[in-house]
């Protein structure tokens, strides 16, 4: 399976009052630390891979947590890639695992995200800490086969929000983080 999606850079009030009248709907709001790490084999960031374990917290829930491996992109036009994920239930048990085994833990990304559903498309809405305010639209394809259409599907939303697909960063939240 692949993710497919389109990140920029905007005003996410704005966008707010948008998605309201576009008839999106709110599914959910959390806040989430992902904490990023470093293979003893080989450099992430030179392979564009990423390996995470995130805690994320619902509004008026309790922590989940899940191990995320991000492939590297597969295009150059958007953030699509693999994406292989799976819940844990005790993310400090999976950190010593992976400590264990000579994986660094890099640097933890802490945002506060809202998300909406808008005709088969998640929209969120992303307020970085020390990074800024992004607006991620994306879809699941799966195979190759699919990518285009996914994408360009992507870049119709982001253009109806009244954002420009030419201002999307590649780049992630834990690149925007350290390059910061």
Do not use: C, W
């Amino acid at each position: 399976m692949y993710e497919v999606e389109i990140k920029v850079p905007a005003d996410l009030e704005r966008v707010r009052g948008r998605l309201d009248e576009l008839g999106a709907t709110r599914t959910d709001a959390v806040v989430q630390a992902d904490t990023y790490y470093d293979a003893p084999h080989r450099s992430f960031p030179k392979t564009d891979e990423a390996l995470r374990i995130r805690s994320e917290r619902p509004e008026g829930g309790d922590d989940e947590m899940r191990l995320t491996y991000k492939g590297p992109l597969v295009d150059d036009e958007s953030k699509t890639r693999e994406e292989i994920e799976t819940a844990v239930a005790d993310g400090e048990k999976v950190d010593a695992i992976l400590t264990k085994l000579g994986f660094d833990a890099a640097a933890t990304v802490r945002k506060d995200r809202e998300r909406f559903a808008l005709e088969g498309y998640a929209i969120t809405l992303d307020s970085v800490n020390d990074v800024g305010e992004y607006v991620e639209v994306e879809t699941e394809a799966a195979g190759e086969a699919d990518l285009e259409s996914a994408r360009e599907g992507a870049y119709e939303i982001v253009e109806r929000l009244g954002l420009d697909p030419d201002d999307q960063i590649r780049t992630s939240y834990l690149g925007l983080l350290l390059a910061g």
